[in-house]
């Protein structure tokens, strides 16, 4: 039985599972899986969130490079009191212009974080966008899967109803007891309602497809395979597991870590404040210059917690990136092992199907000559039916292995690198 089709039967039940009998225009296929993956980076809600963080980052990188505002101030002095002071004819007016001057490096170490946290979150961004590529990979496969269980509930359900149309003769002929035909029947309301469940689980994964994606359309089929491509679309190369992603953004996150303690310790050389002005004498009808200068006098405030809590931060983000490349490494190894294990799994399931086919076909040509009986029959479909859907967890489990080592990569399912 060929797995390529896509019944009508299966388009119908999906969509009347999905409410979406409102037009053709109200449901379309999947496109082919490098085209989805272009098409929803603009779309996924879980990108956009992503690309958001990115743009936080670049607005605090670019603030990262202001300068202390200036201050500006009027002062009036002496403008009302009494004796002398009474009146506003002794006032003094005083117009000054001061500005703050960051001293110690302050706003180089402020510029180098804001760059490193940008850094850190355009590597985060690659990670989710690769974690978002290895779910859709999976929705992906688990809806084409889901087709191909539904074409296998419909043609064990085919099967069943002529099993049980040749029981039932036979019962009539007087060749069977009325027991087999009751077996049959049982067989055949187990196949429907096999049936009622794969149309449910198919319409699941089409409408969990549709959501990842953010697609206005749902999506109701796929006429391109991803489970038959396998490794020739994922493609097969050595991995290195320092190129984890994972252990990129850790890198990036300590890099951003270092540089906040360094800022940390620079905000404790105190600040220097310089003023100019010009002040007015109303007695005297006359002006003169004034300049001054401030600074905090640091005999309580050393920035010294703040210092101590940045270092902590860093031992924090050793102790992340040591665990990433741990893990970076171990799943090299288990991922590699993984892809094997489950190409051999897919091989002996279709060896596994190829068989049960060729037994079924023997057991049925035997039951309808009446040399083999009904209960041999069931299991020797049973047994078909196993093999088949073998043989679809095998090809779904292998696009599952194959996407886990490609997401420890950061490396896009197109072969393209973030």
Do not use: C, W
């Not at 201050?71 to 002398?84: A, H, L, V």
């Amino acid at each position: 039985m060929s797995y390529h089709r896509v019944p009508l039967l299966a388009a119908a039940s999906g969509l009347a599972a999905l409410g979406l009998f409102v037009g053709v225009s109200a449901a379309e296929p999947v496109p082919p899986f490098a085209e989805l993956i272009a098409q929803v980076d603009a779309t996924a809600p879980r990108l956009a969130e992503a690309r958001a963080a990115v743009a936080r980052a670049e607005g605090l990188a670019l603030q990262a490079h202001a300068f202390p505002n200036p201050t500006i101030g009027i002062d009036r002095e002496n403008f009302s009191g009494t004796g002398p002071y009474s009146g506003s004819g002794v006032a003094e007016t005083t117009a000054t212009l001061g500005q703050t001057l960051e001293l110690g490096g302050k706003r180089a170490a402020r510029i180098g974080v804001g760059r490193a946290e940008l850094d850190a979150a355009r590597r985060r961004e690659a990670q989710a966008r690769t974690d978002f590529r290895f779910d859709l990979a999976l929705a992906y496969a688990e809806a084409e899967a889901s087709d191909r269980r539904l074409i296998l509930a419909e043609d064990t359900l085919a099967a069943a109803k002529q099993d049980a149309g040749i029981a039932r003769a036979f019962v009539q002929a007087g060749r069977e007891p009325e027991l087999r035909r009751l077996q049959a029947e049982a067989s055949l309301q187990s196949a429907l309602a096999a049936l009622d469940e794969t149309q449910a689980a198919r319409a699941t994964a089409f409408s969990n497809l549709t959501a990842l994606s953010g697609a206005a359309t749902p999506f109701t089929s796929i006429p391109t395979s991803l489970l038959d491509q396998g490794a020739s679309f994922f493609g097969r190369r050595s991995l290195d597991p320092e190129h984890s992603v994972a252990i990129l953004v850790a890198e990036a996150e300590r890099e951003a870590a270092q540089r906040r303690v360094t800022l940390e310790r620079r905000q404790a050389v105190p600040d220097l404040s310089v003023s100019v002005g010009v002040r007015r004498f109303s007695e005297s009808d006359s002006t003169a210059l004034v300049a001054g200068v401030s600074a905090p006098l640091p005999l309580f405030d050393r920035n010294k917690g703040n210092v101590r809590a940045a270092r902590a931060d860093v031992n924090a983000a050793e102790a992340r990136l040591n665990a990433a490349r741990l893990d970076a490494a171990a799943a090299v190894r288990s991922g590699t092992a993984r892809i094997a294990a489950a190409e051999a799994r897919l091989s002996a399931a279709l060896e596994g199907e190829r068989v049960a086919q060729e037994a079924y076909r023997l057991t049925r040509i035997g039951y309808e000559a009446g040399k083999i009986d009904l209960a041999e029959l069931l299991n020797t479909r049973r047994a078909l039916t196993d093999a088949r859907a073998q043989s679809i967890a095998a090809a779904v489990e292998r696009i599952g292995a194959q996407a886990a080592l490609v997401r420890l990569t950061g490396v896009a399912e197109t072969g393209v690198p973030q």
